[in-house]
Structure formats: C-alpha cells, structure tokens
C-alpha cells in the first residue's frame, strides 16, 4: 500500500507547475520555435530581397570607385567602415525580425518567463558521472530517434522533389537565360514551401509530444499532493490549535469583564448573558459576555463574586444568546424586554446605580 501511495498517479497541481517554471522548467519545443523562426527568416529574405539588391548594387559600386585611387590608411578606413555599414544594414532587420519572432513564440509556448536559476553554476551539472548517465539514457536516446527520423522525413520529401525537378531539365534547355532562371526559382519556393510544410507537421506533433512528457514529468504522488495542500492551506493540527489559543483568549477576555456587567439574565441553568448600559458610551445596552451549559455556569459564578445581580429571564435570555454577540449593542426589538429589567436592577439597588438612576 505505501509503494502504491508513492506512484506518481495525480496531475499536477498549479503549484507545482509555477515552481517549475521558476526553476527554468517549461514545456518549449525547440523544433516549433525553430519552424517559426526560419518561416520569418525566410520571409523577410524574400521581403527584403530587392532591399538588399539593392544595397549589394550600391555597395558595388562604391568598390568601383576606388579604382584608380591609391589607397591611404583613412581610405581603407573609411571602406571597412562603410562596407559593415552596409552589411549591418542588410542583415540587422532580418535578424532583429527573427529574434522578436523567437521571444514571441516562446512566450505563446509558456507565457512570459524571466528567471537567472538555469544559467546559475551548479557543480552537479559538471559530475562527469551524471553527465554519463545522462548521455546514455532512455530520454537521450529518444531524442536522438526523434532528430534522426526528422531528418529523414525533411530531406526524404526534398529528394523526392529535387528528384522529380531533375527530370524537367532537359526541357529548359530550349528555355531563354531569364526563363532558365524564373523556371529554377520557382522550383526553389515549390520545394522550400514543401520542406516547410513537413517541417510544421513534425513542430505541431513535437509541441504535443512535449508537453505530454512535461506533464508526466511533473506528475506527483498522493502523499506529494496531502503535503502541498498543508504548506498551501497550513496543517489542520496547527490550525485547530490556533482557533483554540484565539477562543480561548477571547473567552478569558469576555470573562474579564463580566465584573462589569449591570446585570447577568439566566434561563436559569442552560443560558446566561452579561449586559452593561452607559448612556454616556452607548445608544442601547451591549453585550459583555454569553455563553451555554458550562460557560454560563462560569459566567454566573463571576458574576456572582463580583456583586453583579442575576435575573432570571428565560425567554429573553434564549433570544438574546440567539441574536447578540459579544461587544455588540442588543437589536431595538429587545429594548423593552432588557429596559424593563434594568429598571428592576437599578431601582432595586439605588445605591450600587443611583448615578445612572440620575441620568
């Protein structure tokens, strides 16, 4: 039964997934990412194509005008300068497109991620004894099958078109120098849209095949699930003994100041309610404390030592336990029934409340 518990049989939770993405650990497929960057690659090249003739045609001739022209330190200077200047100019929009590109399909992989924790030295990553277990296992000798039959899939279907291209040769002999040259470019975008279309095929069947071993990977036992519910929620122990630290400290509090009370109101045994009025501090009469069965017979032996008078009072007792909390001022529907009985305390010891008997 203990070894079953430790299968890992349960899905991961959330949080098990944002800490591995964290830890650097996201489901990004390299070949998905790869597809989309050469198709950006690719169609920038042919964007910019007449772009950069023209920039190759200005550079030319630039390189023409050196001819004749005996050359100087500032003037080879100035050649290097303008030469990269140029090559920048050609490449940098390319490679600018193709590295957004990268960063945009990484984040619709696995959303946004910033974290330094992959590339932090760890001397575990170095154990020449790890590193052979690692280059010798199943997960690399899969991936391995994986480059192997995607290679053969890329270039199997280009060689299949290359082969049937080869056969249409003999006719563009008869063909003009700009036919010859239409006809080779227009084989070339067939046999690249096609290389393309196998390339998307095994990206999307990679994507899948990716996070279908992430998932598993991050798959957890029962026991992993019952511990990350506790760090998340907090044990339930702790949390029992903490509600019962906090009732017990509210309950020693509503204790102390039952002394304060005007009057206890009793059922007489099963209920029992302190109440205090001080026109003064409060509109209505406030609750000080309740409580039932033990907690009441507390109340009223406090109450009992600290002079305050009990009135037994069942039916008002009952509805103010029911309606009131402690600290609360008591609802307007109980004025009269708590008023009448103030009244009988107070002037039944004008001596202890003649001061409130005045007000």
Excluded at 6 to 14: F, L, N, V
């Amino acid at each position: 039964m203990a070894g079953d518990d430790q299968e890992k049989t349960e899905e991961p939770t959330s949080k098990k997934i944002e800490d591995a993405k964290k830890e650097g650990n996201v489901p990004k497929s390299q070949d998905f990412s790869g597809f989309v960057t050469l198709v950006v690659g690719i169609g920038m090249l042919i964007a910019l194509m007449d772009f950069m003739r023209e920039q190759v045609v200005l550079l030319y001739r630039y390189f023409m005008s050196f001819i004749g022209t005996q050359l100087s330190p500032a003037n080879i200077y100035e050649l290097a300068i303008n030469t990269i200047g140029r090559f920048l100019l050609i490449i940098l929009p390319i490679l600018i497109c193709v590295a957004i590109s990268a960063v945009l399909v990484n984040i619709m992989q696995f959303g946004f991620l910033f974290t330094t924790k992959p590339i932090i030295p760890n001397l575990n990553k170095i154990d020449p004894i790890k590193g052979l277990k690692n280059l010798f296992s199943l997960k690399k000798f899969i991936e391995g099958i994986k480059i192997c039959l995607k290679v053969t899939a890329v270039f199997g279907v280009g060689f299949y078109f290359f082969l049937q291209f080869i056969k249409e040769l003999p006719h563009t002999l008869f063909l003009g120098i700009w036919d010859q040259l239409t006809w080779l470019k227009d084989k070339m975008l067939i046999l690249a849209g096609v290389m393309l279309i196998v390339l998307l095929v095994l990206a999307l069947i990679d994507i899948l095949f990716v996070r279908y071993n992430y998932f598993k990977d991050l798959r957890m036992s029962k026991q992993e699930v019952k511990d990350e519910y506790k760090q998340m929620e907090g044990d339930p122990q702790i949390k029992a003994r903490i509600r019962r630290l906090q009732m017990e400290t509210s309950r020693r509090r509503m204790m102390s100041q039952v002394p304060n009370a005007d009057v206890v109101i009793t059922n007489p045994t099963h209920y029992a309610v302190a109440l205090r009025y001080d026109k003064s501090k409060e509109d209505a009469p406030i609750v000080l404390a309740k409580g039932v069965d033990y907690m009441a017979l507390q109340i009223r032996k406090i109450a009992a030592q600290s002079d305050v008078q009990i009135v037994e009072n069942p039916p008002l007792a009952r509805e103010l336990y029911k309606l009131c909390e402690t600290d609360q001022l008591i609802p307007a529907k109980l004025y009269k029934a708590v008023a009448e009985v103030l009244s009988f305390v107070y002037y039944g010891n004008k001596d202890k409340f003649g001061e409130k008997l005045k007000k």
